[in-house]
């Protein structure tokens, strides 16, 4: 089955875009079928952004997509932004979408920044190894103080999801839960 973590070159990469308006800032994205929810920016990112208080500094949006997360962010409040997915596709999307420093990378394979912020909304379908591996790595990766968010579902394993950001952080808050929707975050 494909996934939209994985790069498959037979699918019609015939752009689309799609409308997303945030703060009263209208965004345009282009999309096409190598990547998740390529026809409307998804419920559960709309939530995150809309969670997320006022942010400063750098933010790594990481498993970016389309790039959607980071160049909201950055846009609205001026964030030094990096990107990164796994999908090469993903990856020229996100530089398309007007993302500048785009890193294609595994996790934090190819990521050796320490960051303010880092953003996740999780590839639930490549599984707990994945997920748990962005988590424990995000860790390392920001700055003190900094800040990890993370949006999942119930049905995806919130529970499990909180579980783990306290083993990694020693602390996870949840900042939004709402029809099986959470918002998490941990500082380091």
């Known amino acids: 089955m494909n996934q939209y973590f994985n790069n498959n070159e037979s699918l019609n990469r015939e752009l689309k875009y799609i409308s997303y308006t945030f703060k009263g800032e209208k965004f345009r994205f282009a999309t096409h079928n190598g990547v998740f929810s390529k026809d409307h920016v998804d419920y559960a990112t709309d939530i995150l952004l809309n969670t997320i208080p006022p942010l400063s500094g750098s933010v790594l949006d990481l498993g970016c997509g389309y790039g959607v997360i980071g160049i909201v962010l950055a846009k609205t409040y001026g964030l030094e932004l990096t990107s990164a997915?796994?999908?090469?596709?993903?990856?020229?999307?996100?530089?398309?979408?007007?993302?500048?420093?785009?890193?294609?990378?595994?996790?934090?394979?190819?990521?050796?920044?320490?960051?303010?912020?880092?953003?996740?909304?999780?590839?639930?379908?490549?599984?707990?190894?994945?997920?748990?591996?962005?988590?424990?790595?995000?860790?390392?990766?920001?700055t003190a103080g900094g800040k990890l968010y993370v949006v999942t579902l119930k049905k995806h394993g919130a529970e499990s999801t909180i579980t783990k950001l306290k083993e990694v952080f020693g602390n996870c808050e949840v900042i939004y839960k709402k029809k099986g929707h959470y918002v998490l975050t941990s500082v380091t």
């Open 85 to 142: 997915d796994v999908n090469p596709a993903a990856v020229e999307l996100t530089r398309l979408n007007g993302a500048d420093n785009v890193i294609e990378s595994d996790c934090f394979d190819n990521i050796t920044d320490k960051f303010d912020t880092i953003v996740i909304n999780p590839p639930i379908h490549a599984g707990k190894a994945t997920t748990y591996k962005m988590y424990e790595e995000s860790h390392s990766h920001l």
